[in-house]
């Protein structure tokens, strides 16, 4: 089975940072996508960054400036470096990766099971 872990999350002040991984495990194939999703209380689960198996990335406005996401192909490690945090950004961190696994076809979507940020004022 494949498995996403994240750690690195926990509380910080307003202005500081905080670096999230995710390191994928089991039996897998290849590794397309691997990005991050958060999902505060009340509202909808978000895109937050997403890095691309040709070295693109993608960010949403909100964060554009603020964090980097960045991945280490040998170690199936995707990484999320936050800096300058707001009040607004406490939620539900959630790791997600496009993959193959053997004897499969097509890409599946695998979800870690989420790490809490919060931050304070």
């Known amino acids: 089975q494949v498995q996403l872990v994240e750690s690195g999350g926990g509380l910080v002040q307003a202005g500081g940072s905080l670096r999230l991984s995710c390191a994928a495990s089991?039996?897998?194939?290849?590794?397309?996508?691997m990005g991050w999703y958060r999902q505060a209380p009340e509202k909808q689960r978000e895109l937050v960054a997403n890095?691309?198996?040709?070295?693109?990335?993608n960010y949403a406005d909100s964060v554009k400036g603020r964090f980097t996401v960045s991945r280490d192909n040998a170690k199936k490690t995707v990484y999320l470096e936050m800096t300058s945090l707001k009040p607004e950004d406490p939620a539900v961190y959630y790791c997600?990766?496009?993959?193959?696994?053997?004897?499969?076809?097509?890409?599946?979507?695998?979800w870690g099971q989420g790490i809490q940020v919060t931050v304070s004022s």
């Open positions: 997600n990766a496009r993959l193959r696994v053997p004897l499969l076809k097509s890409d599946i979507s695998s």
């Open positions: 089991g039996s897998i194939f290849s590794i397309n996508d």
């Open positions: 890095f691309t198996s040709g070295g693109s990335t």
